[in-house]
């Protein structure tokens, strides 16, 4: 077969570094172009890829109109998510937004119907949602292990997006810290704020352990630091018709979880009717309570398999066999995951329980 087609367009989020390793990595893609207005910021990437100058735009049209791709990475700040789908999508590539979803269910609602004119697939890729512990705990779920799902509790964050780049590499803790009022992570009007960064995680995979369940209201608040315009930590309760989840969201935990867990551990417990589940970020196990063992055991987490090791991968088996995309990273999943954060929003703002938004 020829080569599946990718370009990467906006490099705000550092996540696209990751995405186009995963790109070139992968034997079926050829990464043809790629754009950003700051040339400076596709450095990196340029060269740990092997991208030749002819392949680098600063003009994302100009990329869109020389490469024709098959898929469109975007990586832009979470507020423009509208703006550049909107922009992509009539080039009639298929497009994979990096999470989180959008700044709004307006915004959301505006993707999914500037993709679907086109007839191409857009997908919103949620990286917790390739974590084995998380992926053992859905097929758990799936085969009634726990029984029904009555609650998720969801606790994840990190030290800060300015504290690393791509491939989570670090960064001088000062040097971040002197960052903070300068990058759009720290906009409001961007999308900034550790509540939209990590709540779509929780919300959008705690729907999908929920089986697609919507919750009634949301009660969130959220703290407020000194000289910052934005949140670094939120606390949200959804109370579902068969009971209350929480999900808590943390830029500012002592440790990056993906060199030492901090305290809280980061990731999800799951109550069932029969059973409970602990699924942490990047850890080999997960443990399992039920009937027939309440003390609980440690399993350990499945190997992923293709197609189901990543966005791009994934993506290209559903282009190419019409397979449904894995569902996490499906616009019908995301949009209630959506809801729920526009709702937990407006919930800090007013400082009271709201029922679900819808547009």
């Not at 990751?18 to 754009?35: T, W």
């Not at 898929?71 to 999508?89: K, M």
């Not at 085969?143 to 969801?154: A, S």
């Not at 630091?225 to 959804?238: C, F, K, Q, W, Y």
């Amino acid at each position: 077969m020829a080569p599946i087609k990718v370009v990467g367009i906006n490099f705000d989020h550092m996540h696209m570094g990751d995405l186009l390793r995963r790109a070139h990595e992968n034997p079926e893609i050829e990464i043809v172009g790629i754009s950003d207005e700051q040339p400076k910021r596709m450095a990196d990437a340029a060269s740990k890829f092997g991208i030749p100058d002819e392949r680098i735009f600063t003009d994302y049209q100009q990329c869109l109109e020389s490469t024709q791709p098959d898929i469109a990475i975007l990586c832009p700040s979470t507020a423009t998510h509208g703006e550049w789908v909107e922009r992509v999508a009539p080039y009639e590539t298929h497009i994979l937004v990096e999470k989180p979803f959008a700044a709004s269910l307006e915004e959301a609602d505006r993707m999914i119907a500037a993709v679907a004119k086109t007839g191409k697939q857009m997908i919103i890729n949620w990286p917790l949602a390739w974590y084995p512990p998380h992926v053992t705990s859905k097929r758990l779920i799936d085969e009634g292990v726990i029984g029904d799902v009555l609650e998720v509790h969801y606790y994840d964050g990190n030290r800060g997006p300015l504290f690393h780049v791509a491939d989570k590499m670090p960064v001088d803790p000062e040097e971040a810290r002197q960052h903070k009022n300068k990058s759009w992570w720290y906009k409001k009007a961007l999308g900034g704020g550790s509540l939209i960064d990590y709540l779509g995680y929780g919300v959008t995979l705690g729907t999908w352990f929920h089986s697609g369940d919507k919750p009634i209201e949301i009660m969130t608040m959220v703290d407020e630091p000194v000289g910052l315009e934005v949140d670094e930590h939120s606390i949200t309760l959804a109370r579902y018709a068969k009971g209350l989840s929480k999900y808590e969201t943390r830029w500012g935990t002592f440790t990056d979880p993906w060199t030492h867990q901090p305290q809280p551990k980061t990731g999800f417990v799951i109550v069932g009717t029969e059973g409970t589940i602990s699924s942490y970020d990047y850890e080999q196990t997960i443990r399992v309570q039920t009937n027939a063992k309440p003390e609980g055991e440690d399993l350990p987490v499945d190997v992923l398999q293709a197609p189901f090791q990543g966005p791009l991968q994934n993506l290209i088996h559903s282009i190419r066999t019409d397979d449904p995309v894995y569902e996490p990273l499906s616009p019908e999943i995301g949009r209630i995951g959506q809801q729920i954060v526009d709702s937990a929003i407006l919930s800090a703002q007013e400082k009271r329980a709201v029922p679900l938004v819808d547009c």
